[in-house]
Structure formats: C-alpha cells, structure tokens
C-alpha cells in the first residue's frame, strides 16, 4: 500500500504569479467561494479565453498583450478558487476529496502553461 502524502503548500505562490494580471479586489474574490460550483464557474472563463486566443492566431489575426492579460486574470481568479478550497479543507466542507484537488491544481498548471505558449505566440507575431 502507498500514502499518498499531498503537499498544497507552494501553489498559492504559483497563483500570485497572475495576481498583477487581476483588477479586483482578491480578499472579496476568496470571499465569493463557497461552493465546488463556485470553483468550477472559475474554470470555464480561462479555457474560454485560451479557445479565443487559439482562435484570432489561427485565423491570422493578432494577439495583444490585453488578450494575454485577459487569460492571466482568469486564471488567477481560478487559482484562488483552488486556494479558497485547500484553505482550512474546505475542499470537505465543499463535498470534494483530496483528488478533485490535484486534478484542479494539474488543471491550472496546464493552464499556465498554454497561457505562456499564448504569450509566446504573440511576442512572435512580428
């Protein structure tokens, strides 16, 4: 049998990574979940713009650095969704188990990393 030992610790220094990104007020944004739908409402807006993104580079058009900005924020808005539910288990509270949490957190390290692919495609435009 092996244990599977869970160490969150470090990912809400990954998220504070695109909290420039973000226009809102974080604390009341950490106040507004409370719920797995709420976590969940977070993930849509970020895959969303990534779609968009994809979508303006694959038909020529250009990215800006606002479209970029546009991802960052979601993405931060997702992480500390994540954050809110590891914080004091409320993933439990919250009717999840510690595996919806890693597939979350792998979730937005996936994101991040298709969110600096986009970056890169737009320094590359010129």
Known sequence: ???????????SDEVELYKRSF???????????NSKEDINSKDYPVRYK??????????????????????KSNLYEFGVAIVKAIDGDNYKRFGMREEDIDALIKMFREYAEETKTREMRMFCQD
């Not at 226009?23 to 979940?33: A, R, S």
């Not at 968009?52 to 606002?66: P, S, V, Y």
Request: charged share 35%.
């Open 1 to 11: 049998m092996s244990i599977i030992v869970r160490d969150w610790t470090e990912f």
């Open 23 to 33: 226009d809102g007020n974080p604390k009341v944004l950490f106040n507004e979940i």
């Open 50 to 71: 990534i779609k968009i993104a994809d979508e303006i580079f694959d038909k020529g058009g250009r990215l800006t650095q606002e479209d970029i900005e546009g991802i």
